[in-house]
């Protein structure tokens, strides 16, 4: 079974500066998906970045990027220009890529990271 | 627009009492499923269905049971709920596909208390 570690209950970071979340996983699979999802104060689950474990490059997306290290089996997020706005838990979350099996669409989950912008 | 609908958003029951939580979405998607989250553990698979009619266990499934009879609606139902079922629950959707991860579209969530 594939787990997800978030070692960092909580980071912070001021406003318009850099921060990065880091997430590690566990998989004997060489083909799988690995997402960041933001959960604001709202509870809503936004998906913020995806990344296919066959690209080698990493995923942008604007102010988000990722850090894909496949073989250290790590997978951070950097946040860069820090808004008020990007306060939020975090979530790394992992997706295997067998079609059609028991764990078809099951996404796994890390234990989330809250992040404070600070003004 | 495109959603996942979850009702009730809140709900304050006491021990036994059966409840269901309805989810809805309008996307014509075949797989539903559903998720608890609680603090320092993530969000966690509950259930999950392919389809219509075809419905399996996700990761945590004691003390729930679903049911899949038409396309959009996938209930949760907790016929008799536990303090332990206290959490926050998530229905989530999204298109099969052979191959590829099509993007999983997320309710708003229901707060669930189990006294």
């Known amino acids: 079974a594939q787990t997800v570690t978030q070692s960092q209950p909580e980071m912070s970071v001021q406003e318009a500066e850099t921060v990065t979340l880091s997430c590690t996983y566990d998989?004997?699979?060489?083909?799988?998906?690995l997402f960041w999802y933001k959960q604001p104060p709202s509870r809503q689950m936004i998906l913020v970045i995806r990344?296919?474990?066959?690209?080698?490059q990493n995923a942008t997306e604007n102010r988000f990027s990722v850090n894909f290290q496949k073989a250290a089996k790590s997978f951070s997020l950097k946040i860069s220009d820090s808004q008020l706005g990007d306060a939020a838990m975090y979530f790394c979350?992992?997706?295997?890529?067998?079609?059609?099996?028991?764990?078809?669409?099951?996404?796994?989950f890390g234990q989330g990271t809250i992040l404070t912008v600070h003004p | 627009e495109a959603q996942v609908t979850q009702n009730p958003r809140y709900l304050i029951t006491v021990t036994g009492k059966k409840l269901t939580v309805t989810c809805s979405q309008n996307?014509?998607?075949?797989?539903m499923s559903w998720y608890r989250q609680d603090p320092g553990l993530g969000l966690r698979q509950i259930y999950y269905?392919?389809?219509?009619?075809?419905?399996d266990k996700g990761d945590v499934p004691e003390g729930y049971k679903v049911s899949r009879k038409e396309k959009r609606n996938f209930p949760l139902i907790l016929e008799s709920p536990s303090p332990n079922q206290t959490s926050l629950y998530f229905c989530?959707?999204?298109?099969?596909?052979?191959?590829?991860?099509?993007?999983?579209?997320f309710g708003p969530g229901t707060r669930l208390t189990v006294l």
């Open positions: 998989t004997s699979e060489s083909d799988y998906y």
């Open positions: 996307m014509n998607h075949e797989y």
């Open positions: 990344q296919e474990a066959y690209k080698q």
């Open positions: 989530a959707s999204s298109l099969w596909a052979a191959s590829g991860a099509p993007s999983q579209y």
């Open positions: 269905s392919m389809n219509v009619e075809v419905t």
């Open positions: 979350a992992y997706r295997s890529y067998k079609p059609g099996g028991t764990s078809y669409g099951k996404l796994t």
